[in-house]
């Protein structure tokens, strides 16, 4: 059928019309998209320009990050102008304080040991000495033949055995050499030579008599011995 319409009229179908100029410029685009397809796939593949971009930003921004948060942590440690950072200032005398409290505490306990110790060793003196008027009766009661036996002699003698678990001592005898730490002379009497406790051979003064007892408690006199001295002629 010979095709009776001009050149560059538009043919009609079903009422549709087409236009032919259309058709041609499609078919040529979907051909050249198929060859550069074709082209692209026989080679490598190359990510899109868009994606590659994306992924370099990233990486950069990291980086920026991570650079201005060192910066910021060695501004905090260095301070202002390269100073000393106000924590670590406050740390430092925190410490010294701490050093300080402990060294005080450390005194404080010795001293309190010490001091308990004195304490509770002049608590005994204390009691010990209420008690040797008591004691000297009953060494004069003993001298005078009252304590040979009976009741009160067993009495007694627990008594002073108690004591004497405290530390507590009497000294004080006849032919002992005179010290002026341990008794107190309250007279000069002359030598007896016929006085068996007496040494012959004594070059110093020398207890004769003794008319009160001392005591004392560990190496601490209580009360000196009362004595009369002579000297050997």
């Keep these: 059928m010979t095709d009776s319409r001009m ?7 079903d009422g549709e019309i087409v236009d032919e100029s259309s058709e041609t410029a499609a078919d040529a685009a979907e051909g050249e998209d198929a060859i550069n397809t074709e082209s692209i796939n ?7 320009a868009g994606n590659a971009a994306g992924a370099t930003a990233p990486a950069a921004s990291t980086t920026s990050a991570g650079t201005a948060a060192g910066a910021t942590v060695d501004a905090d440690v260095a301070g202002e102008g390269g100073a000393e950072h106000p924590d670590t200032a406050l740390a430092a005398q ?21 001091d308990r110790a004195a304490v509770q060793e002049r608590a005994v003196r204390d009691v010990l ?14 001298e005078h033949g009252d304590l040979t036996d009976g009741p009160f002699a067993a009495i007694a ?3 002073e055995g108690t004591l004497g678990k405290f530390g507590l001592d009497r000294f004080g005898a006849v032919g002992e050499v005179f010290d002026p730490m341990q008794h107190e002379a309250l007279m000069h009497a002359a030598w007896d030579a016929s006085n068996p406790e007496l040494p012959s051979d004594a070059t110093a003064t020398t207890v004769v ?19 009369a001295v002579a000297d050997r002629e």
């Design 129 to 142: 000495e209420t008690l040797l008027p008591v004691l000297d009766d009953i060494q004069l009661a003993r």
């Design 157 to 159: 003698d627990k008594l």
């Design 42 to 48: 026989d080679g490598e593949e190359v990510a899109p």
């Design 7 to 13: 050149p560059g009229e538009e043919e009609i179908f």
């Design 94 to 114: 925190r410490l010294d304080d701490l050093q300080r409290l402990n060294a005080e505490y450390v005194n404080y306990k010795r001293r309190v040991d010490r």
């Design 209 to 227: 008599q003794v008319l009160q007892p001392g005591y004392r408690s560990g190496d601490q006199v209580l009360r000196p011995a009362r004595v």
